[in-house]
């Protein structure tokens, strides 16, 4: 089966552009979240969705927004791109989601989307 | 609040010798845990989680890490490095919430 699979592996923007990135969970998972790790960090939480609603938002500005499809596939996309945004963002999907899910739906991440900022 | 603190940033063994990766949390509730590996260039993957039914939790690859309440550590460890084990280490809190709080991990160095 396959794993979660992240587009584009690799993006290069300049400062104020926007990007989109993209996410197709594990073939059954309905839910799926997107983590930020900028070098030397571990990752942090950006979003949860789950059955196409949001369901958790981390500590980040309203450039950062996401949607979940019908088929689960999910985009986060980021507006006013600054140099801080530079890192590789990664998307995780599970079987379910909200309160409670980490313990019983542990989450598969993908290779992630290495993302450049100058 | 939840958080989480490895105390190595980067821990140096030789092939074959143990490992211990050292982990202490903080958490309002009780807390759910993991330790997930990440190679270069590739995604998080699961170790290991604390499933509250036993303190110490056997995961892939040989590794196993022990909860202990009174100290607030869940350490990883392994018996005898290999090569491949070469990665970065996080040890991940959840409050019985839907998200994760990562560490900042710590580098795991094996030398022949």
């Known amino acids: 089966d396959a794993g979660v699979t992240q587009s584009p592996t690799h993006l290069i923007k300049t400062r104020g552009q926007q990007v989109t990135l993209r996410c197709s969970p594990i073939?059954?998972?309905?839910?799926v979240s997107w983590y930020q790790q900028v070098l030397g960090q571990g990752p942090q939480f950006i979003f949860q969705?789950?059955?196409?609603?949001?369901?958790g938002r981390g500590n980040f500005p309203d450039r950062f927004s996401a949607r979940q499809f019908p088929n689960y596939s999910s985009e986060l996309n980021v507006n006013a791109l600054l140099l801080g945004d530079s890192a590789l963002y990664l998307c995780?999907?599970?079987?379910?989601?909200?309160?409670?899910?980490?313990?019983?739906?542990?989450?598969?991440f993908g290779n992630g989307t290495r993302l450049t900022v100058t | 609040a939840q958080s989480v603190t490895q105390l190595d940033s980067h821990v140096s063994v030789s092939e074959g010798t143990p490992v211990l990766l050292r982990c202490n949390y903080s958490?309002?509730?009780?807390?759910?845990l993991f330790w997930y590996v990440q190679h270069p260039n590739k995604g998080l993957q699961l170790l290991l989680k604390?499933?509250?039914?036993?303190?110490l939790v056997k995961g892939i690859n040989g590794f196993e890490a022990e909860f202990k309440k009174s100290e607030t550590s869940f350490h990883l460890t392994k018996p005898s490095a290999h090569m491949s084990d070469a990665a970065e280490y996080f040890c991940?809190?959840?409050?019985?919430?839907?998200?994760?709080?990562f560490g900042k991990g710590t580098m795991l160095l094996v030398s022949p």
């Open positions: 995780a999907s599970s079987l379910i989601g909200g309160r409670g899910s980490s313990y019983n739906s542990p989450l598969h």
């Open positions: 073939s059954g998972h309905k839910s």
């Open positions: 969705y789950y059955e196409k609603e949001e369901r």
């Open positions: 958490s309002s509730y009780s807390p759910s």
């Open positions: 604390y499933t509250s039914a036993a303190t």
């Open positions: 991940v809190v959840s409050d019985q919430g839907s998200t994760l709080t």
